[in-house]
């Protein structure tokens, strides 16, 4: 499957974005999907996860009740929103996704084994 990540942008602190993510075929849906950041002379860095189904979503301690995962496997897409954001959430952002029907979804980038191009997210203080 593969990954498109869009909906990056610059925004002052306090702003929202969404970000989405399009999958280019309907079996995405059987896939655990994720996103994660990587900033400048940092590793690449879990920020939320769901399941194939959309029943259970995970987040960094970093970001949780400021952004919220969801999907919509009837158009193959994945969405990030992302509220109050602060200078230290900009990043390129990637949107990833493994094959899985579990409950839960991994947090370690190395289980991922497809990814979509980043999109840049800048927040302005």
């Known amino acids: 499957v593969q990954l498109q990540a869009s909906g990056g942008g610059l925004v002052q602190a306090g702003g929202s974005l969404r970000l989405s993510c399009a999958a280019s075929r309907r079996t995405a849906s059987s896939y655990a999907m994720g996103w994660f950041r990587q900033a400048p002379g940092k590793e690449r860095e879990f920020v939320a996860a769901?399941?194939?189904?959309?029943?259970?979503?995970y987040y960094a301690d970093s970001v949780k009740g400021r952004f919220t995962i969801s999907r919509d496997n009837a158009k193959n897409t994945m969405y990030l929103q992302m509220n109050s954001l602060k200078p230290e959430d900009t990043a390129l952002y990637y949107c990833a996704a493994y094959r899985s029907y579990s409950g839960y979804v991994n947090r370690d980038p190395n289980v991922y084994d497809h990814w979509g191009r980043g999109t840049q997210v800048t927040v302005s203080s």
């Open positions: 769901i399941t194939w189904n959309g029943d259970k979503s």
